[in-house]
């Protein structure tokens, strides 16, 4: 342990003077004190070893957040905004938004508006929460080019991982759609199925799920479009790109169909 | 802007842009809860907490600074409140105390290893993890912001609300006791 009044002196300088190569100037006293005190000058050099490691191993010290967590948390935050966009409507605080988000609320608002207040808003949840595994599994696994998959192998995946046997379309009701993978999405009440369909380019998702209490509904969030129903006892969901209204619906009825 | 002309508040930042960017420091968020916590879910939930307050917040967070620095604030703040709120243990650590733990070697009074913290070693095993795991809390999470997360000095007084020489001092202590743990346990692993 040192005791030299004039080590402590320098105490605070030591982690810098670690941070810098030999030869940079950060103080030249701590440099001549350096130079006759073999205690902080081993100091420094400790010092600049463990720093040197640490910053070489950064990545590797790195931990990952498990699995959901990114989903949960942006669903939450989704949750967040859509009441606060309606508390803002409601109290004239609209007038301060930015006129995209004031657009964002708007659009929020008038889609969800026709359904019950409570039901809705956990439709609306649920939606964000898939429109956010849409984009993120499709980045993981929706190559554009990917080889389309058989209705036999996702369905054996199906069974597998859900024990779930349930008819899969191959094209999702729709004559350029092809699946292009089946994935397991963590969402907020459980495990979602989650079936990735290229429509021409446009990437559409199927999430199956236990049945629930969700309102059946049509809505727009994230920039992505989402329609469900139930069928089967089980909630299904369509998710595509803003816009792509149309096709789910058309892919909705065809499924529905081809369920019977 | 002539002195002395009303000027209004600029206006938060966008929801969607906001979470965008806010999560890209989620991997970031996450290891230095499971640090502060030791136990997965209540990291998990304390990542949770720090990003809702946050994003109620974001009309406060000043666009163009180190967002990543802002939100370890919060989290850090939510953590010691949590702490102080439960009466585990210290809130504050004093500088004092903990160089008088550092010297005696003990881990800044945490509780005996549990399940999780022994999984979490494992994961850790080689020196330097095990060197870190056993450094006070104080000192951990300095050198972890200054030479892992690469915060300047004045992120971390910041974030931790301490003076910038006390990060200083507590980074060269935290050091020298890193570099002394490395050694310690690659003497004791057998080659």
């Known amino acids: 342990m040192r005791i030299n009044t004039e080590c402590d002196r320098f105490d605070e300088l030591?982690?810098?003077?670690?941070?810098?190569?030999?030869?940079?100037?950060?103080?030249?006293?701590?440099?001549?004190?350096?130079?006759?005190?073999?205690?902080?000058?081993a100091a420094v050099a400790a010092q600049r070893a463990v720093r040197k490691r640490l910053?070489?191993?950064?990545?590797?010290?790195?931990?990952t957040a498990p699995p959901g967590v990114r989903t949960r948390i942006a669903a939450k935050l989704a949750g967040e905004a859509h009441a606060e966009a309606g508390a803002s409507m409601a109290t004239g605080w609209g007038l301060r938004l930015s006129p995209l988000a004031a657009?964002?609320?708007?659009?929020?608002?008038?889609?969800?508006?026709?359904?019950?207040?409570?039901?809705?808003?956990?439709?609306?949840?649920?939606?964000a929460q898939l429109a956010l595994d849409h984009v993120k599994c499709f980045?993981?696994?929706?190559?554009?080019?990917?080889?389309?998959?058989?209705?036999?192998?996702?369905?054996?995946?199906?069974?597998?991982?859900?024990?779930?046997?349930?008819?899969?379309?191959?094209?999702?009701?729709?004559?350029?759609g092809h699946l292009v993978a089946v994935r397991e999405c963590l969402y907020s009440e459980g495990m979602a199925a989650h079936l990735l369909y290229r429509v021409g380019e446009t990437p559409v998702s199927l999430f199956v799920m236990p049945d629930t209490d969700h309102a059946v509904a049509s809505v727009s969030i994230l920039a992505s479009d989402t329609v469900s129903w139930h069928q089967n006892g089980r909630t299904h969901m369509l998710v595509g790109p803003a816009g792509s209204r149309a096709t789910l619906d058309s892919m909705a009825r065809h499924l529905q169909l081809e369920a019977r | 802007m002539p002195f002395g002309r009303w000027r209004s508040s600029p206006p938060p930042p966008d929801?969607?842009?906001?979470?965008a960017d806010a999560l890209d420091h989620l991997d970031a968020l996450y290891g230095t809860?499971?640090?502060?916590?030791?136990?997965?879910?209540?990291?998990?939930?304390?990542?949770?907490?720090?990003?809702?307050?946050?994003?109620?917040?974001?009309?406060?967070?000043?666009?163009?600074?180190?967002?990543?620095?802002?939100?370890?604030?919060?989290?850090h703040?939510?953590?010691?409140?949590?702490r102080r709120d439960q009466s585990r243990s210290r809130?504050?650590?004093?500088?004092?105390?903990?160089?008088?733990?550092?010297?005696?070697?003990?881990?800044?009074?945490?509780?005996?290893?549990?399940?999780?913290?022994?999984?979490?070693?494992?994961?850790?095993?080689?020196?330097?993890?095990?060197?870190?795991d056993g450094l006070p809390e104080a000192f951990r999470e300095v050198v972890w912001l200054r030479d892992v997360d690469d915060l300047s000095y004045q992120d971390i007084a910041t974030v931790l609300s301490v003076p910038m020489g006390t990060v200083m001092s507590r980074l060269a202590r935290g050091r020298r006791q890193l570099h002394a743990g490395v050694l310690a346990a690659r003497r004791a692993t057998p080659s």
């Open chain 1, 139 to 176: 980045l993981i696994d929706g190559d554009v080019h990917a080889t389309p998959i058989s209705a036999a192998d996702a369905e054996a995946t199906m069974r597998k991982q859900h024990g779930w046997s349930v008819p899969v379309s191959a094209t999702g009701g729709v004559d350029d």
């Open chain 1, 103 to 127: 657009a964002a609320a708007l659009m929020l608002v008038i889609t969800v508006g026709v359904l019950p207040m409570v039901t809705g808003q956990s439709s609306v949840v649920l939606a």
């Open chain 2, 77 to 82: 703040n939510t953590w010691r409140n949590r």
């Open chain 2, 91 to 132: 809130v504050e650590a004093d500088s004092e105390v903990v160089e008088i733990a550092a010297e005696r070697g003990d881990t800044g009074g945490l509780p005996a290893p549990t399940p999780e913290d022994l999984l979490l070693r494992e994961a850790m095993s080689d020196d330097l993890r095990v060197a870190l």
């Open chain 2, 15 to 19: 929801a969607d842009s906001f979470t």
């Open chain 1, 14 to 41: 030591l982690a810098l003077e670690a941070e810098h190569g030999d030869g940079a100037v950060v103080d030249p006293a701590l440099h001549r004190h350096l130079a006759g005190c073999p205690a902080c000058e």
């Open chain 1, 55 to 63: 910053v070489t191993h950064r990545r590797a010290l790195q931990i």
């Open chain 2, 33 to 75: 809860a499971l640090r502060l916590t030791r136990r997965p879910e209540d990291a998990q939930d304390l990542v949770q907490d720090t990003y809702l307050k946050a994003f109620r917040a974001r009309a406060r967070f000043t666009a163009g600074t180190n967002l990543r620095a802002w939100l370890y604030t919060i989290l």
